[in-house]
């Protein structure tokens, strides 16, 4: 490859100063496979290190520095309040006022948090940690006893510009944030597991019970069996759960999804044989991996597929996994029909619904 005058590059063996001088053609390898830089820019290198406001004058140093530690004691102060809020604000009447005024608090007092540290560790780098640039050349990934050494004194070199042992209120500040954020995710998360109750006994337990009818979700609306044709699919959930107090917990452990197949198409163990209504089978509609709601029927092939992380169900094995991450299959609701022609629940569902967890712990 050669360049012209104008500054143009061509391949090299294609212009015509190589062809006349073979010489430099030699010298350039092979004609096609090389690449001959001429004028290659030069690394200008830094330009000149120019001293912020703070490192020339001591009292904005401290301005600075005060600016610092106000940022991280409000981001104490955000999660405290994320914390009193949770409590002054309570949603156990599910009335949706009280969910959006909680949501809010709790919000605000989140963002402080998560704010303060994040704007007080940068203004910290910006104002008063050493801001000379530096290359750092790149090495295999264990370095030699020398390298680590240096290392260490990098380390050392850090503590000193940053100040962040000398500075003693910033980094208690910064200290005392960082244990502070995750407090209201501690107190968040233990609010959503049941109270003074044993886990496993509640999700044993459904809405589900003997002559239970099955309705449509969200409507309320009882089924016939006359109603499920053969590749339908509907979304149930219990009678009377829309009255339920405690209506969306109830629902996450009693959603049900309902088909009809050809009843040659089942293949159900002895145990189950009255489960089904001439082909109309019912499953949880909660994933046994993680819990997500397994809501994708595929009509052609029998199979229920959760979004979640691709677990697959096959119904006409009893909805045994046959890909995915599920530990177990989906439970099934045995179900059969009242005088009136309308699905009914035989029982609750015979094992705990939702992820496999609480199978090995019940
Ligand atoms: S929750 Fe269904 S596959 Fe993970």
């Known amino acids: 490859m050669a360049q012209d005058d104008s500054g143009s590059v061509e391949l090299a063996g294609t212009s015509s100063t190589a062809v006349e001088h073979p010489a430099e053609h030699e010298r350039l390898g092979d004609p096609g496979i090389g690449v001959v830089v001429a004028d290659a820019p030069v690394n200008p290198g830094f330009p000149a290190h120019r001293p912020r406001v703070t490192d020339l004058d001591p009292k904005r140093n401290r301005q600075a520095e005060r600016t610092v530690f106000t940022f991280f004691y409000l981001s104490i102060a955000g999660s405290v309040w994320a914390i009193a809020a949770y409590m002054a604000f309570p949603i156990e009447s599910g009335n949706i006022s009280d969910v959006r005024t909680s949501t809010l608090f709790i919000g605000l007092g989140m963002v402080f948090a998560l704010l303060g540290i ?20 790149r090495h295999p990934v264990r370095g030699t006893e020398e390298t680590r050494e240096r290392v260490i004194e990098i380390f050392e070199e850090a503590n000193q510009e940053s100040g962040f042992g000398r500075r003693t209120l910033i980094r208690n500040s910064l200290i005392g944030a960082l244990v502070a954020f995750p407090l209201p995710a501690v107190v968040l998360f233990r609010g959503l597991a049941p109270q003074n109750e044993d886990p496993v006994k509640e999700l044993k337990q459904t809405m589900w019970a003997k002559g239970v009818r099955l309705t449509k979700d969200p409507t309320g609306l009882p089924i016939k069996a006359s109603d499920v044709t053969i590749g339908s699919v509907f979304h149930v959930i219990p009678d009377g759960l829309n009255d339920a107090p405690d209506m969306l917990d109830q629902k996450a ?34 994933c046994t991996h993680v819990g997500c709601p397994v809501a994708l029927y595929e009509q052609q092939t029998h199979h229920l597929l959760c979004p979640c992380h691709q677990s697959q169900f096959d119904i006409t094995h009893e909805a045994r996994v046959i890909f995915g991450p599920a530990g177990r299959p989906l439970p099934q609701l045995p179900i059969t029909i009242d005088d009136e022609g309308y699905l009914v629940a035989q029982s609750d569902f015979h094992e705990p619904v939702g992820p496999s967890f609480w199978e090995r712990n019940s």
């Open 118 to 137: 994040g704007i007080g560790a940068v203004h910290w780098a910006k104002t008063l940690m050493a801001d000379h640039e530096g290359i750092d050349i």
């Open 253 to 286: 452990k009693a959603a049900v999804l309902l088909m009809r197949l050809k009843p040659q198409d089942l293949h159900v163990s002895p145990d189950r044989k009255t489960w089904n209504y001439h082909g109309i089978v019912a499953y949880s509609k909660i």
